[in-house]
């Protein structure tokens, strides 16, 4: 998904070996389009030691559990995106308690990304969906879906399940 006109001048972008890479140059005016990740925000919302996840309704993926997230805009810290993305998805208000990981994933047909994963302090709210998804529910540990949404989803969920097991079985 790299562009094929230059930023900076218009010209049609080629590309060249360099940096021991395949990289977008513009022979006009020697511009380079770097390619970057792309950065996106999940929340770990927990509730008698199950995990909220709601059940996608777009492609791709469509039919998936995945956590409350999505993409960090341009201006956004983070953290910022993580509550706002709860509150568009789910109606809850919550506040980030802690940060968990920052998972990397190359599935998404979008595009590569880095997952920065919070936990979340319940504050206030009903759930309440938006379009994205069509259903929410907590689970436990073993009862965890088997078909998970790509783009990290899956990565940070298996993760959250194996903590919780060790956790149940330190008890
Ligand atoms: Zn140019």
Known sequence: MSPHYCFQCGHELELRRMDQRER????ACGWIYYAQLKVGSAMLIERDNQLLLLQRNYEPWQGSWMLPAGYVEADEDPQDAA???VFEETGLIVEASEFIHAYYFSDD???NGVSFVYKARLISGEIK???ESTAAQY????EIPPYLTK???DQIISGWQSQARQRENQK
Request: charged share 25%.
């Open 83 to 85: 509550h706002r993305e």
């Open 129 to 131: 969906l938006n379009e």
């Open 24 to 27: 977008e140059v513009c022979p």
């Open 109 to 111: 047909p979008r595009g």
């Open 139 to 142: 689970f436990s540990w073993h």
């Open 151 to 153: 783009g990290g989803h």
